[in-house]
């Protein structure tokens, strides 16, 4: 399966910045995707990371605060944009052949907006 | 729309025992099912992928079998280690989509 690097690994940010957390991949890919985690819950999908267009978002989030981007197979980046305390969580990277192969999951980035 | 439950929703076992943890979703037309492990503060490790098409898939001390019909997957661990503490996650993936439904987990606590 595909081994995923996901940078930062936790940050602490002040309210009203911007975190871009970045997933490398190394092969290419067909699916990517970005999950929140917010504390003492599940996994919560974000986004499918599109390559060479927009994300296709979740009911619940929006493009303005939750910009993607993915150039290519193998990358993509999810920025929290203009960011509050209700977004501390960790932010992960999932990524896949197809459905039928299942996913692998990056190790996360824990972020705390203070 | 697809809802999954686990339970129990927390456990703590001394060394050794075998366990059983559970869980259920709503919408049997599922493309897959898989359980993960997550760490505290990580991201998440695989487990196990069963198929629709499979009862049930074995690696090492772990067991998972699926009920499609019945909307139920089972995950076993014998001979418990504390080096299992950890969350476990079931998803299944609604046929038609690409999309897990995460369930709401269930922490292991394995007592040395």
């Known amino acids: 399966s595909a081994v995923i690097s996901q940078k930062p690994s936790r940050d602490i940010c002040q309210r009203g910045t911007s975190l871009t957390i970045q997933c490398q991949v190394d092969?290419?890919?067909?699916?990517m995707f970005w999950y929140r985690q917010q504390p003492g819950q599940s996994l919560t999908l974000i986004a499918t990371a599109n390559q060479g267009s927009e994300a296709t978002y979740e009911s619940g989030f929006v493009i303005d605060k939750f910009p993607i981007s993915r150039p290519n197979l193998t990358f993509s980046t999810l920025t929290v944009s203009n960011m509050s305390p209700e977004d501390s969580s960790i932010y992960l990277c999932?990524?896949?052949?197809?459905?039928?192969?299942?996913?692998?999951f990056g190790s996360g980035t824990r972020l705390t907006v203070v | 729309k697809q809802e999954v439950t686990q339970i129990p929703a927390a456990l703590s076992v001394p060394e050794g025992e075998n366990l059983v943890l559970n869980c259920s979703f709503t919408d049997s037309a599922i493309y897959n099912l898989q359980w993960f492990r997550q760490d505290p503060g990580k991201g998440l490790t695989s487990l196990l992928l069963?198929?629709?098409?499979?009862r049930e898939q074995t690696s090492g001390r772990l067991n998972a079998s699926l009920d499609k019909s019945s909307g139920r997957s089972t995950l076993y661990i014998a001979a418990s280690q504390p080096g299992d503490s950890a969350t476990y996650l079931c998803a299944p993936i609604v046929s038609g989509t690409y999309k897990y439904i995460f369930g709401t987990g269930t922490r292991l606590k394995v007592l040395a």
């Open positions: 092969s290419q890919v067909t699916m």
């Open positions: 999932s990524v896949g052949q197809g459905a039928g192969y299942g996913y692998t």
């Open positions: 069963i198929q629709s098409s499979q």
